[in-house]
Protein backbone atom coordinates (compact mmCIF):
# COMPACT_ATOMS: atom_id res chain seq x y z
CA UNK A 1 0.00 0.00 0.00
CA UNK A 2 1.11 3.57 -0.90
CA UNK A 3 -0.05 6.53 0.75
CA UNK A 4 0.30 10.14 -0.52
CA UNK A 5 1.15 12.86 1.82
CA UNK A 6 2.22 16.18 0.74
CA UNK A 7 5.81 15.83 1.28
CA UNK A 8 5.86 12.21 2.52
CA UNK A 9 4.78 9.06 0.66
CA UNK A 10 4.34 5.98 2.81
CA UNK A 11 5.19 2.86 1.07
CA UNK A 12 4.20 0.38 3.77
CA UNK A 13 6.28 -2.21 1.77
CA UNK A 14 9.05 -0.57 1.35
CA UNK A 15 9.48 0.85 4.95
CA UNK A 16 9.00 -2.81 6.73
CA UNK A 17 12.10 -3.87 3.77
CA UNK A 18 13.83 -1.50 5.18
CA UNK A 19 13.31 -1.61 8.93
CA UNK A 20 16.38 -2.30 10.59
CA UNK A 21 18.71 -0.92 13.45
CA UNK A 22 20.36 2.60 12.25
CA UNK A 23 21.89 5.46 14.35
CA UNK A 24 19.58 8.69 15.26
CA UNK A 25 22.51 10.93 13.58
CA UNK A 26 22.56 13.26 16.45
CA UNK A 27 26.35 12.99 15.84
CA UNK A 28 28.82 10.96 13.33
CA UNK A 29 30.70 9.00 14.53
CA UNK A 30 27.65 7.92 16.39
CA UNK A 31 28.10 8.32 20.22
CA UNK A 32 28.89 4.79 20.51
CA UNK A 33 32.11 5.23 18.69
CA UNK A 34 33.45 7.19 22.07
CA UNK A 35 36.34 5.25 23.75
CA UNK A 36 37.85 5.45 27.12
CA UNK A 37 41.34 5.83 25.65
CA UNK A 38 40.43 9.31 25.14
CA UNK A 39 41.35 10.86 28.73
CA UNK A 40 40.55 15.20 30.17
CA UNK A 41 44.12 15.63 28.81
CA UNK A 42 43.38 15.20 25.40
CA UNK A 43 39.84 17.08 25.40
CA UNK A 44 41.57 19.79 27.27
CA UNK A 45 44.12 20.11 24.17
CA UNK A 46 41.06 19.91 22.26
CA UNK A 47 39.72 22.88 23.66
CA UNK A 48 42.94 24.53 23.22
CA UNK A 49 42.71 23.83 19.48
CA UNK A 50 39.07 25.21 19.59
CA UNK A 51 39.62 28.33 21.02
CA UNK A 52 41.93 29.00 17.88
CA UNK A 53 38.69 28.43 15.70
CA UNK A 54 37.17 30.95 17.94
CA UNK A 55 33.66 29.35 16.76
CA UNK A 56 30.54 30.68 19.29
CA UNK A 57 29.40 28.27 21.97
CA UNK A 58 26.56 26.17 22.60
CA UNK A 59 26.08 25.52 26.27
CA UNK A 60 24.43 22.14 27.57
CA UNK A 61 23.69 21.27 31.48
CA UNK A 62 22.52 17.63 32.40
CA UNK A 63 20.07 17.65 35.21
CA UNK A 64 19.82 13.97 36.09
CA UNK A 65 17.20 13.21 38.81
CA UNK A 66 13.40 12.67 38.35
CA UNK A 67 10.93 11.72 41.21
CA UNK A 68 9.68 8.86 39.15
CA UNK A 69 10.87 6.38 36.31
CA UNK A 70 8.96 6.58 33.29
CA UNK A 71 9.30 3.25 31.48
CA UNK A 72 9.68 4.05 28.11
CA UNK A 73 12.74 6.23 29.31
CA UNK A 74 16.08 6.02 27.66
CA UNK A 75 18.01 8.79 29.00
CA UNK A 76 20.52 8.76 32.14
CA UNK A 77 18.79 9.56 35.17
CA UNK A 78 18.44 9.33 39.02
CA UNK A 79 15.76 8.03 40.65
CA UNK A 80 14.68 9.73 43.75
CA UNK A 81 11.94 11.49 45.88
CA UNK A 82 14.98 12.68 48.09
CA UNK A 83 15.74 16.47 46.99
CA UNK A 84 18.87 16.66 49.03
CA UNK A 85 20.54 14.80 46.57
CA UNK A 86 20.56 17.92 44.19
CA UNK A 87 22.48 20.16 46.41
CA UNK A 88 25.73 18.47 45.98
CA UNK A 89 25.24 18.12 42.45
CA UNK A 90 24.77 21.19 41.29
CA UNK A 91 27.66 22.69 43.54
CA UNK A 92 29.96 20.30 41.72
CA UNK A 93 28.24 21.13 38.87
CA UNK A 94 29.41 25.00 39.24
CA UNK A 95 32.78 23.54 39.93
CA UNK A 96 32.80 21.94 36.21
CA UNK A 97 31.63 25.26 34.95
CA UNK A 98 34.34 26.92 36.67
CA UNK A 99 37.53 24.54 35.55
CA UNK A 100 36.21 24.24 31.92
CA UNK A 101 35.23 28.05 31.28
CA UNK A 102 39.39 28.82 32.52
CA UNK A 103 40.11 26.87 29.53
CA UNK A 104 37.99 28.45 26.90
CA UNK A 105 38.45 31.93 25.35
CA UNK A 106 36.99 34.49 27.20
CA UNK A 107 35.76 36.41 24.26
CA UNK A 108 33.94 33.19 22.61
CA UNK A 109 30.27 33.87 22.92
CA UNK A 110 27.37 31.84 23.54
CA UNK A 111 24.49 31.96 21.43
CA UNK A 112 22.67 28.43 22.53
CA UNK A 113 22.16 26.86 26.22
CA UNK A 114 20.05 24.37 26.73
CA UNK A 115 18.89 22.62 30.40
CA UNK A 116 17.98 19.20 30.14
CA UNK A 117 17.70 15.75 31.97
CA UNK A 118 16.36 13.57 33.96
CA UNK A 119 13.94 16.87 35.15
CA UNK A 120 15.55 20.15 35.61
CA UNK A 121 12.93 21.33 37.12
CA UNK A 122 13.81 19.00 39.86
CA UNK A 123 16.09 22.25 41.37
CA UNK A 124 14.57 24.89 43.73
CA UNK A 125 14.18 28.12 42.45
CA UNK A 126 17.19 29.45 44.39
CA UNK A 127 19.12 26.18 42.76
CA UNK A 128 18.03 27.24 39.85
CA UNK A 129 19.37 30.72 40.38
CA UNK A 130 22.73 30.07 41.61
CA UNK A 131 23.78 28.04 38.78
CA UNK A 132 22.03 30.30 36.45
CA UNK A 133 23.90 33.05 37.94
CA UNK A 134 27.51 31.17 37.60
CA UNK A 135 26.90 30.24 34.17
CA UNK A 136 26.50 34.25 33.16
CA UNK A 137 29.52 35.15 35.46
CA UNK A 138 32.01 32.36 33.50
CA UNK A 139 30.34 32.91 29.93
CA UNK A 140 29.26 36.27 27.90
CA UNK A 141 26.43 35.32 26.60
CA UNK A 142 24.91 37.10 23.24
CA UNK A 143 22.13 39.09 23.51
CA UNK A 144 20.12 37.01 21.17
CA UNK A 145 21.02 33.19 22.48
CA UNK A 146 18.53 30.33 22.27
CA UNK A 147 18.08 29.40 26.42
CA UNK A 148 16.19 26.94 26.75
CA UNK A 149 14.97 24.07 29.54
CA UNK A 150 13.03 21.07 29.73
CA UNK A 151 10.57 20.83 32.39
CA UNK A 152 7.96 17.86 33.75
CA UNK A 153 4.96 19.34 34.09
CA UNK A 154 3.84 17.20 36.62
CA UNK A 155 6.14 19.01 39.22
CA UNK A 156 5.86 22.91 38.24
CA UNK A 157 3.36 25.90 38.65
CA UNK A 158 2.90 29.23 37.29
CA UNK A 159 5.45 30.62 39.87
CA UNK A 160 7.99 28.91 38.81
CA UNK A 161 7.29 28.83 34.97
CA UNK A 162 7.50 33.32 35.29
CA UNK A 163 10.42 32.73 37.51
CA UNK A 164 12.20 30.93 34.36
CA UNK A 165 11.04 33.50 32.14
CA UNK A 166 11.99 36.18 34.31
CA UNK A 167 16.01 35.29 34.67
CA UNK A 168 16.43 34.73 31.29
CA UNK A 169 14.84 31.19 29.39
CA UNK A 170 13.03 32.20 26.38
CA UNK A 171 12.48 29.17 25.03
CA UNK A 172 10.94 25.64 26.64
CA UNK A 173 9.72 22.09 26.62
CA UNK A 174 7.60 19.73 28.06
CA UNK A 175 6.80 15.89 27.52
CA UNK A 176 3.17 15.24 27.04
CA UNK A 177 4.33 11.52 25.17
CA UNK A 178 0.45 10.34 24.80
CA UNK A 179 -2.91 12.05 26.56
CA UNK A 180 -4.08 8.27 27.40
CA UNK A 181 -4.71 7.46 30.07
CA UNK A 182 -4.33 4.07 29.96
CA UNK A 183 -0.78 4.32 27.94
CA UNK A 184 -0.10 6.73 30.87
CA UNK A 185 -0.86 4.42 33.35
CA UNK A 186 1.48 1.81 31.59
CA UNK A 187 4.37 3.93 31.15
CA UNK A 188 4.19 5.29 34.55
CA UNK A 189 3.84 8.95 33.56
CA UNK A 190 0.39 10.15 34.72
CA UNK A 191 -0.45 13.84 33.45
CA UNK A 192 -3.89 15.00 33.33
CA UNK A 193 -5.51 16.86 30.39
CA UNK A 194 -6.05 19.95 32.51
CA UNK A 195 -2.94 20.26 33.94
CA UNK A 196 -1.30 20.08 30.05
CA UNK A 197 -3.48 22.90 29.41
CA UNK A 198 -2.96 25.21 32.70
CA UNK A 199 1.14 24.60 32.20
CA UNK A 200 0.93 25.31 28.81
CA UNK A 201 -1.35 28.61 29.67
CA UNK A 202 1.12 29.47 32.10
CA UNK A 203 4.22 29.24 29.25
CA UNK A 204 1.76 31.16 26.95
CA UNK A 205 1.46 34.00 29.71
CA UNK A 206 5.01 34.66 30.69
CA UNK A 207 5.42 35.37 27.15
CA UNK A 208 8.17 32.20 26.28
CA UNK A 209 9.19 32.67 22.62
CA UNK A 210 8.94 29.01 21.01
CA UNK A 211 6.99 26.10 22.84
CA UNK A 212 8.23 22.69 22.08
CA UNK A 213 6.12 19.45 22.90
CA UNK A 214 7.49 15.74 22.93
CA UNK A 215 4.72 12.46 22.05
CA UNK A 216 5.91 8.62 21.39
CA UNK A 217 4.17 6.81 19.39
CA UNK A 218 4.26 3.09 19.87
CA UNK A 219 3.92 2.64 23.68
CA UNK A 220 1.56 0.27 25.02
CA UNK A 221 -1.67 0.66 24.12
CA UNK A 222 -1.52 2.86 21.61
CA UNK A 223 -4.01 2.80 18.37
CA UNK A 224 -4.55 4.84 15.84
CA UNK A 225 -7.78 6.08 17.29
CA UNK A 226 -6.18 6.89 20.46
CA UNK A 227 -3.46 8.45 19.20
CA UNK A 228 -5.13 10.63 16.86
CA UNK A 229 -7.24 11.99 19.79
CA UNK A 230 -3.93 12.71 21.28
CA UNK A 231 -2.80 14.56 18.25
CA UNK A 232 -6.38 16.47 18.27
CA UNK A 233 -5.60 17.84 21.74
CA UNK A 234 -1.83 18.23 21.10
CA UNK A 235 -3.20 20.86 18.08
CA UNK A 236 -5.10 22.69 20.51
CA UNK A 237 -2.45 23.11 22.81
CA UNK A 238 -0.77 25.19 19.35
CA UNK A 239 2.96 24.71 20.48
CA UNK A 240 5.11 25.81 18.15
CA UNK A 241 6.99 22.85 17.60
CA UNK A 242 6.17 19.09 17.89
CA UNK A 243 8.66 16.21 18.59
CA UNK A 244 6.76 12.73 17.60
CA UNK A 245 9.50 10.44 18.69
CA UNK A 246 9.59 5.87 17.94
CA UNK A 247 9.38 4.62 20.87
CA UNK A 248 12.66 2.47 20.96
CA UNK A 249 11.92 -1.11 22.78
CA UNK A 250 15.56 -2.01 23.97
CA UNK A 251 15.06 -3.58 27.46
CA UNK A 252 18.35 -5.19 26.94
CA UNK A 253 19.96 -1.49 27.25
CA UNK A 254 17.77 0.26 29.36
CA UNK A 255 16.25 -2.26 32.15
CA UNK A 256 12.87 0.11 33.23
CA UNK A 257 11.65 -0.46 29.96
CA UNK A 258 11.14 -4.13 31.29
CA UNK A 259 8.06 -2.72 33.13
CA UNK A 260 6.23 -2.23 29.93
CA UNK A 261 3.54 -4.77 29.29
CA UNK A 262 4.90 -6.05 25.89
CA UNK A 263 1.86 -7.73 24.73
CA UNK A 264 0.37 -4.52 24.74
CA UNK A 265 3.23 -2.80 22.33
CA UNK A 266 0.98 -2.02 18.98
CA UNK A 267 1.97 -4.06 16.15
CA UNK A 268 3.95 -3.07 13.52
CA UNK A 269 1.32 -2.15 11.45
CA UNK A 270 -0.56 -0.35 13.81
CA UNK A 271 2.60 1.43 14.37
CA UNK A 272 3.46 2.67 10.83
CA UNK A 273 -0.31 3.21 10.73
CA UNK A 274 -0.19 5.74 13.66
CA UNK A 275 3.29 7.55 12.57
CA UNK A 276 1.14 7.83 9.09
CA UNK A 277 -1.81 9.49 10.69
CA UNK A 278 0.20 11.65 12.72
CA UNK A 279 1.99 12.85 9.65
CA UNK A 280 -1.07 14.02 8.17
CA UNK A 281 -2.99 15.27 10.56
CA UNK A 282 -0.42 17.61 11.76
CA UNK A 283 1.02 18.50 7.81
CA UNK A 284 -2.99 19.76 7.52
CA UNK A 285 -2.63 21.73 10.60
CA UNK A 286 0.60 24.05 8.78
CA UNK A 287 3.27 21.84 10.93
CA UNK A 288 6.05 21.09 8.66
CA UNK A 289 7.81 18.01 8.65
CA UNK A 290 11.53 19.16 9.53
CA UNK A 291 13.11 16.11 9.94
CA UNK A 292 12.60 11.91 10.57
CA UNK A 293 10.98 13.35 13.52
CA UNK A 294 10.27 17.27 14.06
CA UNK A 295 7.41 19.51 13.20
CA UNK A 296 7.50 23.52 13.07
CA UNK A 297 5.42 26.05 12.16
CA UNK A 298 6.04 27.73 8.88
CA UNK A 299 7.35 30.90 10.82
CA UNK A 300 9.63 28.72 13.75
CA UNK A 301 14.02 28.80 13.57
CA UNK A 302 13.90 25.30 12.21
CA UNK A 303 11.22 25.96 9.34
CA UNK A 304 13.31 28.76 8.26
CA UNK A 305 16.71 27.63 8.72
CA UNK A 306 15.70 24.13 6.62
CA UNK A 307 14.15 26.26 3.61
CA UNK A 308 17.52 28.35 3.22
CA UNK A 309 20.06 24.99 4.05
CA UNK A 310 21.20 26.51 7.23
CA UNK A 311 19.50 23.24 9.55
CA UNK A 312 22.27 21.57 11.56
CA UNK A 313 21.96 18.51 14.06
CA UNK A 314 23.91 17.73 17.36
CA UNK A 315 23.33 16.14 20.57
CA UNK A 316 20.55 18.04 20.88
CA UNK A 317 18.72 17.58 18.22
CA UNK A 318 17.97 19.95 15.16
CA UNK A 319 19.17 23.35 15.46
CA UNK A 320 19.54 26.65 13.59
CA UNK A 321 23.20 27.43 15.34
CA UNK A 322 25.91 27.08 12.58
CA UNK A 323 29.21 26.68 13.70
CA UNK A 324 28.67 27.05 17.88
CA UNK A 325 30.90 23.90 19.44
CA UNK A 326 28.75 22.30 22.00
CA UNK A 327 29.94 22.20 25.83
CA UNK A 328 28.00 19.61 28.03
CA UNK A 329 28.27 20.42 31.69
CA UNK A 330 27.24 17.56 34.43
CA UNK A 331 26.91 13.96 34.35
CA UNK A 332 26.83 12.16 31.25
CA UNK A 333 26.97 15.25 28.99
CA UNK A 334 28.31 15.26 25.81
CA UNK A 335 30.68 17.98 24.25
CA UNK A 336 30.61 18.23 20.39
CA UNK A 337 33.97 20.44 18.92
CA UNK A 338 34.34 20.42 15.40
CA UNK A 339 36.96 17.57 15.36
CA UNK A 340 36.63 16.25 18.94
CA UNK A 341 33.79 14.59 21.02
CA UNK A 342 33.80 13.65 24.96
CA UNK A 343 31.42 12.12 27.32
CA UNK A 344 31.47 13.02 30.51
CA UNK A 345 31.39 10.27 33.48
CA UNK A 346 27.72 8.71 33.86
CA UNK A 347 27.82 7.90 37.69
CA UNK A 348 27.57 10.37 40.05
CA UNK A 349 30.38 9.57 42.41
CA UNK A 350 33.17 9.32 39.31
CA UNK A 351 32.22 12.50 38.45
CA UNK A 352 32.43 14.06 41.62
CA UNK A 353 35.75 12.25 41.93
CA UNK A 354 37.07 13.81 39.13
CA UNK A 355 36.26 17.43 40.12
CA UNK A 356 37.41 16.85 43.49
CA UNK A 357 40.99 15.66 41.85
CA UNK A 358 40.90 18.68 39.93
CA UNK A 359 40.69 17.35 36.48
CA UNK A 360 37.76 17.11 33.60
CA UNK A 361 35.62 14.89 34.51
CA UNK A 362 35.49 13.23 30.76
CA UNK A 363 34.92 9.51 30.76
CA UNK A 364 35.55 8.54 27.33
CA UNK A 365 35.40 10.62 23.77
CA UNK A 366 37.00 10.49 20.03
CA UNK A 367 39.55 12.66 17.81
CA UNK A 368 37.82 13.12 14.60
CA UNK A 369 39.70 11.68 11.18
CA UNK A 370 39.26 13.67 8.13
CA UNK A 371 37.41 11.22 6.60
CA UNK A 372 35.25 11.50 9.92
CA UNK A 373 34.45 15.32 8.98
CA UNK A 374 33.56 14.20 5.58
CA UNK A 375 31.35 11.92 6.12
CA UNK A 376 29.74 13.91 8.95
CA UNK A 377 28.97 16.59 6.38
CA UNK A 378 27.77 14.42 3.89
CA UNK A 379 25.34 12.68 6.28
CA UNK A 380 24.45 15.58 8.35
CA UNK A 381 23.31 17.21 4.55
CA UNK A 382 21.10 14.33 4.12
CA UNK A 383 19.99 14.60 7.37
CA UNK A 384 18.80 18.26 7.44
CA UNK A 385 18.35 18.87 3.74
CA UNK A 386 17.53 15.72 2.10
CA UNK A 387 19.63 16.94 -0.58
CA UNK A 388 23.40 16.73 -1.07
CA UNK A 389 25.54 18.90 -4.16
CA UNK A 390 28.26 17.04 -4.96
CA UNK A 391 30.23 20.19 -5.93
CA UNK A 392 30.38 21.58 -2.67
CA UNK A 393 31.74 18.71 -1.01
CA UNK A 394 34.00 18.19 -3.71
CA UNK A 395 34.87 22.41 -3.40
CA UNK A 396 34.92 22.20 0.53
CA UNK A 397 37.28 18.97 0.79
CA UNK A 398 38.93 18.94 -2.81
CA UNK A 399 37.91 15.48 -3.55
CA UNK A 400 36.39 14.34 -6.67
CA UNK A 401 32.71 12.68 -5.46
CA UNK A 402 31.96 9.81 -7.05
CA UNK A 403 35.53 8.39 -6.59
CA UNK A 404 35.99 8.50 -2.99
CA UNK A 405 32.46 7.54 -2.56
CA UNK A 406 31.93 5.40 -5.58
CA UNK A 407 31.11 2.05 -3.14
CA UNK A 408 28.47 3.53 -1.13
CA UNK A 409 26.83 5.46 -4.68
CA UNK A 410 26.64 1.68 -6.18
CA UNK A 411 25.10 0.90 -3.02
CA UNK A 412 22.79 3.92 -3.43
CA UNK A 413 21.63 2.80 -6.58
CA UNK A 414 20.15 0.05 -5.08
CA UNK A 415 17.78 2.35 -2.90
CA UNK A 416 17.17 4.15 -6.40
CA UNK A 417 15.64 0.65 -7.52
CA UNK A 418 13.70 1.07 -4.87
CA UNK A 419 12.63 4.54 -5.06
CA UNK A 420 14.23 6.04 -1.55
CA UNK A 421 16.44 8.48 -3.44
CA UNK A 422 17.04 9.78 -7.11
CA UNK A 423 20.90 9.74 -7.85
CA UNK A 424 22.29 12.29 -10.89
CA UNK A 425 25.61 13.54 -11.71
CA UNK A 426 25.35 16.63 -9.69
CA UNK A 427 23.27 15.86 -6.35
CA UNK A 428 21.71 13.11 -4.43
CA UNK A 429 18.26 13.78 -3.06
CA UNK A 430 16.13 12.03 -0.85
CA UNK A 431 12.41 11.14 -2.82
CA UNK A 432 9.01 11.18 -0.57
CA UNK A 433 9.28 7.40 -0.13
CA UNK A 434 12.96 7.93 1.50
CA UNK A 435 12.75 10.37 4.25
CA UNK A 436 11.06 8.07 6.38
CA UNK A 437 13.82 5.81 6.25
CA UNK A 438 16.70 8.94 5.97
CA UNK A 439 18.17 6.74 8.43
CA UNK A 440 18.53 3.92 6.62
CA UNK A 441 20.06 6.45 3.01
CA UNK A 442 22.48 8.24 5.97
CA UNK A 443 23.75 4.92 6.97
CA UNK A 444 25.48 4.46 3.67
CA UNK A 445 27.81 6.53 4.11
CA UNK A 446 28.92 5.59 7.76
CA UNK A 447 32.23 3.69 8.08
CA UNK A 448 31.81 2.77 11.97
CA UNK A 449 28.23 1.31 13.01
CA UNK A 450 27.55 -1.77 10.33
CA UNK A 451 28.57 -4.33 12.96
CA UNK A 452 26.77 -2.47 16.36
CA UNK A 453 23.06 -2.92 14.87
CA UNK A 454 22.10 -4.17 18.50
CA UNK A 455 23.13 -0.59 20.07
CA UNK A 456 20.33 1.42 17.73
CA UNK A 457 16.93 1.58 17.55
CA UNK A 458 14.89 0.57 14.40
CA UNK A 459 14.18 3.39 12.13
CA UNK A 460 11.10 3.01 11.81
Known amino acids: MVYQIPGVKFDFDIIKKYDTPAPRYTSYPPATELKETFTHTDFQSAIATSNQRKTPL ?20 VISNNKNIAQPYVEYLVRDIQKTASLIASDRKVVQIHWGGGTPNYLSLEQVEYLWKNINQHFTLSKTAEISIEINPRYIDKNYIFFLREIGFNRISFGIQDFNRQVQVAVNRIQPEEMLFDVMNAIREAKFESVNVDLIYGLPYQTVQTFQETIRKTIQLNPDRIAVFNFAYVPWLKAVQKNIPVEALPPAQEKLEILKMTVEELTKKQYLFIGMDHFAKSNDE ?159
Not at 58 to 77: D, E, K, R, T
Not at 326 to 344: C, H, K, P, R, V
Not at 428 to 442: D, F, K, S, W, Y
Request: with cysteine; hydrophobic share 35%; aromatic share 12%.
Open 58 to 77: SLYFHIPFCQSACYFCGCNV
Open 302 to 460: LAIAQGDRTLKRNFQGYTTQLAAELFGFGATSISMLEDTYAQNHKQLRDYYQAIDTGILPISKGIKLSWDDILRRDVIMNIMCHFQLYKQDIEDKYHINFNNYFSQELETLKRLESDGLVRLSENDITVTEIGRLLIRNIAVVFDMHTTKQEKKFSRAI
